[in-house]
DNA sequence: ATTCAATTGCAATATTATTGCATTTAAAAT
DNA sequence: ATTTTAAATGCAATAATATTGCAATTGAAT
C-alpha cells in the first residue's frame, strides 16, 4: 500500500530540494505516491497527456537526480519510475531492494523490506550497488487467474 | 576468457536450432563468442554496419528465442547481448546469474559462476527467475585508474 | 510591483525498434 | 545437377522513445 501522502508534503519535497512547485511536478508526485507500483514512462504520458512529453523527461530526470524517484527498467526495457521510499540523497540512491515484474500485468513492484543476502564477488571487481529483479506472478494475477479457473 | 569457437560450432548450433547457416548469423555468433563482456545493440550495428539494421534485430530476436543468447539491459537501458553459457532451451532461459555493470567501460559482464542465494518473496508472489544486478567498476578500468593515479 | 532565474512548451532532430513486401538464398526435393 | 520452396535478407515506411536549442512563461526573491 502506497503511503497517502498531502499536498503540502509534495510542496515540502519540492522545497527541500530547491525545485520550483509548479503544477506539473505536483502532478506527476502525486500520481507516483498514490501507486503501489512503479509507473511506466508510456504511462504517465498518456495520463498526463496535457503536459508537454519534453517536459515530463525533464521532471523525471530532476526527480531522480534530486533522489526524489529512482528509475526501474523492465523486462521488455521499458523505463519505471518509482518513489524511493528510503533516504536516497542527491546523486547517491540507495534502492537496493527486490524490483517484481508481474509477467501478466507488467507491473513492477518495489519491494522494499527485503533485503538482499551479501554477494561476493570474484577478485578485482568493485561494488557500488546491487539491483534484485523477480518475474513471475503478483498477488492480484494469481487472484485473477484462480478466480477464471474455478468458472 | 571467452570459450574459443571455431566455424563448425557457430554451424552446428545454428543446425541444431533448424536455424539456416547464413553468413550474417555466424558473423554475429563469432563476435559474440569472442567477446568476454556482452555485446550492445549500438555496438553490433556499428561493427556490421554492412548488415541491415533490420536483420540484425531479428537474428538477436531469433537467437534469444531460441535460447543461443540472453539479453540484457545495462544502467542506461540499453539492450546488450550475451551467449547463454548454460544450457538455455527454446522459449526457457536459466540465465539466473549476476549482471555486473562496469559504469567507467558500459562492458557488461556475465558473471555466470555466482549463484544466486535464496530470497524469500512475500505472500502471493511467486516467481519465475531472477537477475541480480551490480554495478561498480571493472578489473581491467580499476588497473587503469591505478596507473594513472601513479602518474 | 519589479526582476530574474528556473521551468515549460514547441520545433527539430536523434536513437531505437517494428512492420510489410519484394528479392535473394540455403536447403530440400526431384 | 536442377528445380522447388520456405526461410532469411534488404529496403522503405513508420512507430516509439529520447535529446537539444530557444523563445515564452512563471515561481519566488527583491
Ligand atoms: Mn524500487
Ligand atoms: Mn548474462
Ligand atoms: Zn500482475
Ligand atoms: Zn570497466
Redesign the pocket.
Known amino acids: 500500500m502506497a503511503q497517502t501522502r498531502n499536498k503540502f508534503d509534495f ?1 515540502d519535497l ?2 527541500k530540494h ?8 505536483l502532478r506527476v508526485l502525486s500520481m507516483m505516491a498514490s501507486k503501489s507500483t512503479a509507473t511506466s ?2 504511462d504517465l ?1 498518456s495520463v498526463m497527456n ?6 515530463l ?3 523525471l ?2 526527480f531522480e537526480e534530486k533522489g526524489i524517484i529512482h528509475k526501474v527498467f523492465d523486462l521488455n ?3 519505471n519510475y518509482a518513489m524511493c521510499s528510503s533516504n536516497c540523497e542527491e546523486h547517491h540512491h540507495h534502492d537496493e531492494h527486490l524490483h517484481f515484474n508481474c509477467t501478466m500485468c507488467k507491473n513492477v513492484y518495489c519491494l522494499d523490506d527485503l533485503h538482499l543476502p551479501p554477494v561476493t564477488l570474484p577478485e578485482g571487481f568493485t561494488t557500488q550497488g546491487f539491483t534484485l529483479y523477480a518475474n513471475g506472478t503478483c498477488p492480484k494475477c494469481t487472484k485473477k487467474a484462480a478466480a477464471t479457473a474455478k468458472v
Not at 18 to 25: A, D, G, N
Not at 50 to 55: A, E, F, K, L, Y
Open positions: 510542496e519540492l522545497d530547491h525545485l520550483k512547485k509548479t503544477s506539473p511536478r514512462q508510456p504520458e496535457d503536459i508537454d512529453r519534453v517536459t523527461y525533464r521532471i530526470n530532476a526495457g521499458t523505463a
